[in-house]
Antibody, heavy 127, light 109 residues
Framework: EVQLVESGGGLVQPGGSLRLSCGAS????????MNWVRQAPGKGLEWVSY????????YDADSVRGRFTISRDNAKNSLYLQMNSLRAEDTALYYC????????????????????WGQGTLVTVSS | EIVLTQSPGSLSLSPGERATLSCRAS???????LAWYQQKPGQAPRLLIY???SRATGIPDRFSGSGSGTDFTLTISRLEPEDFAVYYC??????????FGGGTKVESK
C-alpha cells in the first residue's frame, strides 16, 4: 500500500524557517517525481514544488521561488521542503503528492497529475 | 499561466440526482493534460479522472469526465451520500506551471 506521511509543520514567526519531511513507503520511491502542494485554510489547491525521480530537475511556483527548496533522499525514501523567509501568506496545509505517470514525467521532464497524497502537515506563519 | 475556471462554485443536489461540473481553461488544453480530484472535509484530495476521461483505479463508474479544448466536464450520474465534497480540475499542459481550478462544492440539499 502506498503511503506518504508528512511531518515538520508548526507555528513559526514571519521571516522564520521550517523544514518539512515526507516519508514514502509501498512503492519504488526513486521511480517517481514528487511534489509539494499546499492549501490555505478554506481555500483551493496550489502546486508549490516538484523534484524529478533522480533529483536532477527541480521546479518551483513563482510564489515560493528563491525562498523554498525541495530535495529528496532516495536512500531514505524521503522528500523534503526547506522553507525560508516565511510569510503570513505561506500559512497552509502542505501535502506531498506523487506524480502519477513516471513515463509522462520522463517525456515532459516536469510534473503531471497526482495519484497519491499524504494527509498534510500544517504550517502557520504568525507573530 | 493557464487559468482554470470552475462553475458553479457550489451545487445543491439530492442523493440520486445527476451532478454536472464545468472546468473552463483560459486557453486550449490537450485532453491528455486535464485531471479531476475529489476532496472531502479533513481529507487529502483523491484522484478521480486523468486524461480528461479516464477513471483512476477504484473510482466508481458513476464518475465520468469529458471535454476538449477549453471546456471540460465532470459528471456524477447518480449522487451517493459519499459524493458530497469539493471537486477540483487541474491542468499540466503548461507544466511546470501547473494549475488547479478554484473548486466546485457539491452539497446535499
Amino acid at each position: 500500500e502506498v503511503q506518504l506521511v508528512e511531518s515538520g509543520g508548526g507555528l513559526v514567526q514571519p521571516g522564520g524557517s521550517l523544514r518539512l519531511s515526507c516519508g514514502a513507503s509501498g512503492f519504488t520511491f526513486n521511480n517517481y517525481g514528487m511534489n509539494w502542494v499546499r492549501q490555505a485554510p478554506g481555500k483551493g489547491l496550489e502546486w508549490v514544488s516538484y523534484i524529478s525521480s533522480s533529483g536532477r530537475r527541480i521546479y518551483d511556483a513563482d510564489s515560493v521561488r528563491g525562498r523554498f527548496t525541495i530535495s529528496r533522499d532516495n536512500a531514505k525514501n524521503s522528500l523534503y521542503l526547506q522553507m525560508n523567509s516565511l510569510r503570513a501568506e505561506d500559512t497552509a496545509l502542505y501535502y506531498c503528492a506523487r506524480d502519477a505517470d513516471p513515463e509522462m514525467a520522463t517525456i515532459l521532464n516536469s510534473p503531471n497529475y497526482f495519484d497519491y497524497w499524504g494527509q498534510g502537515t500544517l504550517v502557520t506563519v504568525s507573530s | 499561466e493557464i487559468v482554470l475556471t470552475q462553475s458553479p462554485g457550489s451545487l445543491s443536489l439530492s442523493p440520486g440526482e445527476r451532478a454536472t461540473l464545468s472546468c473552463r481553461a483560459s486557453q486550449s488544453i490537450s485532453s491528455n493534460f486535464l485531471a479531476w480530484y475529489q476532496q472531502k472535509p479533513g481529507q487529502a484530495p483523491r484522484l478521480l479522472i486523468y486524461a480528461a476521461s479516464s477513471r483512476a483505479t477504484g473510482i466508481p463508474d458513476r464518475f465520468s469526465g469529458s471535454g476538449s479544448g477549453t471546456d471540460f466536464t465532470l459528471t456524477i450520474s447518480r449522487l451517493e451520500p459519499e459524493d458530497f465534497a469539493v471537486y477540483y480540475c487541474q491542468q499540466f499542459v503548461s507544466s511546470p506551471a501547473l494549475t488547479f481550478g478554484g473548486g466546485t462544492k457539491v452539497e446535499s440539499k
